[in-house]
Antibody, heavy 119, light 113 residues
């Protein structure tokens, strides 16, 4: 059974940092591209970032470029999102999601982890 | 960036009736070399992650009831529920995966009338 489990969310002050993790099981992690998507309170889904299967290529939404870094450890079956210089409008549930390849839909999603940026 | 616009923002339909949600992209998501539309539909229920319903605009994901259908091409797409059931109450999102940044529609909230 495919499973994606996010962790690392919490309350952080503006300007602070958090590192999200997404532990996966039930599939060969090293073969799949992975994404982060967020949904703010009362808002829609927003794509955040993606990484290719070996970690050599990444892409970011303009709103997080230069502040967030996506990475992965294929030996640990884990995806990461390092979030720095956090702002109030980064408050959201953050989901990791799997895709089967380049330019394919998000077929499996984790349950999400809540990040709240507030003083 | 490709802008995805859904209509309506919210929709109330009686049980057993048809529900139709529209999605329009600011540029075509049809890739001419393979004649595929890079368009997906997701369903999100409260407290749950999004669930993939359709990809390539009209290919139903395994396990999705056949009362759901996806259609359209180029820039205009439709998600139809032929006979609304209580468990279909959710927010529905379209999404283009033609290129990054992937972009989503704003969502359509579907309720029971």
């Amino acid at each position: 059974e495919v499973q994606l489990v996010e962790s690392g969310g919490g309350l952080v002050q503006p300007g602070g940092s958090l590192r999200l993790s997404c532990a996966v099981s039930g599939f060969t992690f090293s073969r799949y591209w992975m994404h982060w998507v967020r949904r703010g309170p009362g808002k829609g889904l927003v794509w955040v970032s993606r990484i290719n299967s070996d970690g050599s290529s990444t892409s970011y939404a303009d709103s997080v470029k230069g502040r967030f870094t996506i990475s992965r450890d294929n030996a640990k079956n884990t995806l990461y999102l390092q979030m720095n210089s956090l702002r109030a409008n980064d408050t959201a549930i953050y989901y990791c999601a799997r895709v089967t390849g380049y330019n394919t839909p998000l077929d499996y999603w984790g349950q999400g982890t809540l990040v709240t940026v507030s003083s | 960036d490709i802008v995805m616009t859904q209509s309506p923002d919210s929709l109330a339909v009686s049980l057993g009736e048809r529900a139709t949600i529209n999605c329009k992209s600011s540029q075509s998501v049809l890739y001419s070399s393979n004649n595929k539309n890079y368009l997906a539909w997701y369903q999100q229920k409260p407290g749950q992650p999004p669930k993939l319903l359709f990809y390539w605009a009209s290919t139903r994901e395994s396990g999705v009831p056949d009362r759901f259908s996806g259609s359209g091409s180029g820039t205009d797409f439709t998600l139809t529920i032929s006979s609304l059931q209580a468990e279909d109450v959710a927010v529905y999102f379209c999404q283009q995966y033609f290129g990054t940044p992937y972009t989503f529609g704003q969502g359509t909230k579907l309720e029971i009338k």
